[in-house]
């Protein structure tokens, strides 16, 4: 079983940045797609990025320009870079893995990001 561990959230200002961490129990490079996503109260979860295993990476456009996902095979953690934070921003972020963005096997729990107007 593959287990995906978040970290890295936290309350930050508005126009602020914080980088999570998503480790992976095993070699991420038995995954096809890595990404993240975020989920609101109440709310459907939505997409934020994602990253292949050929370093294909596509981002919602509510984040491009202000977020960036990477991968660090030798740690098996892939990361998100996020700036320019906004409240709207404000979201419990997951990490998943899978063969494809639109459905991933694999969730970890997830890490709050609270931005702070």
């Known amino acids: 079983q593959v287990q995906l561990v978040e970290s890295g959230g936290g309350l930050v200002q508005a126009g602020g940045s914080l980088r999570l961490s998503c480790a992976a129990s095993?070699?991420?490079?038995?995954?096809?797609?890595m990404g993240w996503y975020r989920q609101f109260p109440g709310k459907q979860r939505e997409l934020v990025a994602t990253?292949?295993?050929?370093?294909?990476?596509n981002y919602a456009d509510y984040v491009k320009g202000r977020f960036t996902i990477s991968r660090d095979n030798a740690k098996n953690t892939v990361y998100l870079q996020m700036n320019s934070l906004k409240p709207e921003d404000t979201a419990v972020y997951r990490c998943?893995?899978?063969?494809?963005?639109?459905?991933?096997?694999?969730w970890g729990k997830g890490s709050l990001v609270t931005v702070s107007p």
């Open positions: 998943a893995s899978g063969p494809v963005a639109e459905n991933m096997k694999y």
């Open positions: 095993g070699s991420i490079l038995m995954f096809d797609v």
């Open positions: 990253i292949t295993r050929g370093d294909t990476i």
